[in-house]
């Protein structure tokens, strides 16, 4: 189970990454809400801990913003707010259930598990199409118009996170992020190298180009430039 844990509390925050490893299960930390928010929208999780109370952004407000956008991850809130009108708040405010601080692992745990059961899981997608450009995750084939496009096993994984989100723009941390797995800028130009490459690749040769920058804001794969 993929599990992110948006808790300004640090030693609190390193125990429960902790101590859900060491139950088998992928634990992300976000220290603030902003960068929990962030990390809510970029990637795919199973389950999200929130804690109420957060520097730049609060917990309900999180689980507000995800929930107008549509995103039904289950989310556990933790609160050391324990009244019965906080409880309902959180609830009210698209949670899925509560916990009051302080709390026994094994409890949230449980609850955890049980959130995560309530969803099934979606069918993962398997192949993504924009224009004529099309690719593969099981056969890890590219292609564009039929012809076949070789792709470096870095080169794919940047285009397969481009296409996820076709049309819409991807900034470079979240590259750094997610193709990468660098959760720091490294100050290099390992980004535009792979990018180049990338659309000399997908892009020359044909009538029109698939992969845009967006000059100051990142990368996006889509049909017009607009």
Known sequence: MKILIIEDDAPAATYLVKALRESGHTAT?????????????????????????LP???????????????DRTPVLILSAMAQVDDRVAGLRAGGDDYLTKPYAFSELLA???????RTAPAAAETTYRVGGLELDRLSHSVTRDGQEIILQPREFRLLEYLMRYAGQVVTRTMLLEN?????????TNVIDVHVSRLRSKIDKGFDRPLLHTIRGAGYVVRESAR
Not at 29 to 53: I, N, Q, T, Y
Not at 111 to 117: D, H, M, P, T
């Open 179 to 187: 193709v990468w797995d660098y959760h720091f800028d490294p100050q």
């Open 29 to 53: 930390h976000a220290a603030d809400g902003e960068e929990g928010l962030a990390l809510a929208r970029g990637e795919s999780f199973d389950v999200l801990v929130v804690d109420r109370m």
């Open 111 to 117: 609850r955890v598990e049980a959130l995560s059961r």
């Open 56 to 70: 730049k952004l609060d917990g309900l407000t999180i689980v507000e913003r995800l929930r107008e956008e549509g």
